[in-house]
């Protein structure tokens, strides 16, 4: 992971004392528990390049986790990738030019403009090349990405999110390196920190005299802040700075699976002098589901795929009725997490104990088939496309559940969440359907199967747009089905 800087042009080697980095000595620091470095590998008075690289421990990243012991956890980007981690490192060691605090003498070329050039990466984002040019070209710079050499079969290269960005511009060194300090985490949208009020000083002291007026302003507040309370907090306390009145939008977070999702209100009545209490899209989604079961004449037996932390499973425990569940789970970490939910279901008399199961819907087990109800909650959109028509198959044909239920985002309405339109609302999504992509999917997946499909969406609906979630409902018909 690294940055180069590169000044040209008259006093270009004034950027040295800017940075308060001796050009003939190589700086090589421990911060944070990685390695920083920057050397010049240019230096004259018309021109100036230094890099600014760190190397993290890959170990020392994920040994003081709670889910360290997986060993997929060591499995990851972050040792190579210019990310939020980056940024961190190499913060300290930038601070005189960040803080726009040299020496004395050399005070008056804070302000001045070189004609720079920075280059940075590899980067992964999930955003589109015209959506990262729209980050930075309004700043006065010329944007070009480009994305590693590679002899590929298919067109693998095309579609990574991985890329290398260049930046060109007349700019000053301290706000050069304030932007890209916001804006690489936005890019990378990965925060490997708890996120608070303390993230507005960086938005104000970074954005000061570019971010208020940016058009891409609200996607950066967004993907800086995560969480609709903090976005409001921060455009509430903004506004009061200004001395203006701004609407504060309620819908603009991105809905995440499980955890960083939309909030919605929930559609019973409010009491009258009785404000009704907020309900998360995924909790939503949960009761939909349930609603649909408490209703099926045959309900014993459930196979909840793709259980995560068993917090779907764990409702369904203390539904009457329900004899067993099945949590099925690829990943370990998540089902440790479950099995501490489950064990506090002893708690209550009336729950069943769900048994959680390693497995993993590319490998077929006999002991799921023939079960009364299978669940798909936010599953699907997690698996290639190419390959989910075979994974579909094989639940309709060889599992073959009594009542099948998949629920999955509508795509549509991203748009209502002020999405640009190539962005999926989680990292792992390998697809996002409108709502006729889905119904026509459904109808595919059981044309030669004794299945019948119902249609239907969860949270709130949005005139043009639909709801965010849309759920399917298979139901085996009866005198097709297997004794």
């Known amino acids: 992971m690294h940055i180069t800087l590169k000044a040209t042009g008259t006093h270009a080697g004034m950027i040295s004392h800017l940075l308060a980095k001796n050009p003939y000595n190589t700086y090589d620091r421990t911060e944070k528990g990685a390695r920083v470095r920057m050397v010049y590998t240019v230096f004259t008075e018309e021109e100036a390049e230094i890099v600014i690289q760190a190397s993290p421990d890959s170990i020392d990243l994920v040994k003081n986790s709670p889910d360290s012991y997986d060993i997929t956890q060591y499995i990851n980007d972050r040792e190579f990738v210019t990310s939020s981690l980056f940024c961190t490192y190499i913060r300290g060691s930038l601070g005189t030019a960040l803080n726009g605090k040299p020496k004395e003498d050399y005070a008056g070329w804070v302000t001045h403009p070189f004609a720079l050039e920075l280059s940075f990466g590899p980067v992964a984002s999930d955003l589109p090349d015209a959506v990262v ?3 930075f070209a309004p700043l006065g710079y010329q944007v070009d990405i480009e994305r590693g050499e590679a002899d590929y079969s298919f067109q693998l290269k095309n579609r ?6 260049t930046l060109s511009g007349h700019q000053t060194v301290q706000h050069a390196l304030r932007q890209l300090l916001l804006l690489i985490p936005v890019l990378d949208n990965y925060k490997h920190y708890y996120i608070s009020e303390e993230e507005f000083d960086k938005l104000r002291r970074y954005g000061e005299g570019w971010l208020q007026e940016h058009p891409l302003r609200e996607l950066i507040i967004r993907r800086t802040l995560r969480f609709t309370n903090l976005i409001e907090q921060f455009e509430q306390s903004d506004s009061a700075e200004l001395g203006t009145k701004k609407h504060i939008e309620k819908d603009t977070v991105q809905a995440q699976k499980d955890k960083h999702e939309q909030i919605q209100q929930p ?4 009491e009258e002098g009785k ?4 309900v998360r899209l995924n909790e939503l989604r949960y009761q939909a589901i349930m609603d649909v079961i408490r209703k099926l004449p045959r309900r014993q037996k459930i196979v909840d795929f793709g259980s995560g932390e068993g917090k779907l499973s764990a409702r369904m425990a203390r539904m009457t009725g329900i004899e067993e569940i099945w949590a099925v789970e690829p990943s370990a970490y998540a089902q440790v997490r479950a099995m501490e939910r489950f064990a506090k279901l002893e708690r209550h008399a009336d729950a069943i104990s769900p048994t959680p199961m390693m497995g993993s819907l590319f490998y077929y087990d006999e002991q799921l088939r023939g079960k009364d109800v299978m669940i798909l909650c936010e599953v699907i959109e997690h698996v290639d496309e190419h390959r989910l028509n075979r994974v579909m198959k094989t639940i309709v044909t060889e599992y073959q559940p009594g009542v099948l239920i998949v629920t999955t985002p509508n795509r549509e309405y991203n748009e209502v969440y002020r999405m640009n339109q190539q962005e999926l609302r989680h990292g792992d999504h390998r697809f996002e359907w409108s709502r006729s992509e889905f119904q ?22 949005a005139e043009g747009f639909g709801q965010p979630t849309q759920m399917a409902i298979f139901t085996r018909r009866k005198e097709q089905k297997e004794a």
């Not at 990574?160 to 960005?165: A, F, G, H, L, Q």
């Open 133 to 135: 040019e729209g980050l």
């Open 160 to 165: 990574s999110t991985v890329r290398y960005v």
């Open 267 to 270: 559609e019973q009545p409010q």
């Open 275 to 278: 404000q009704q209490p907020t």
């Open 440 to 461: 026509e999917r459904c109808e595919q997946w059981i044309a030669e199967a004794p299945y019948s499909v119902a249609l239907k969406g969860i949270g709130e609906e």
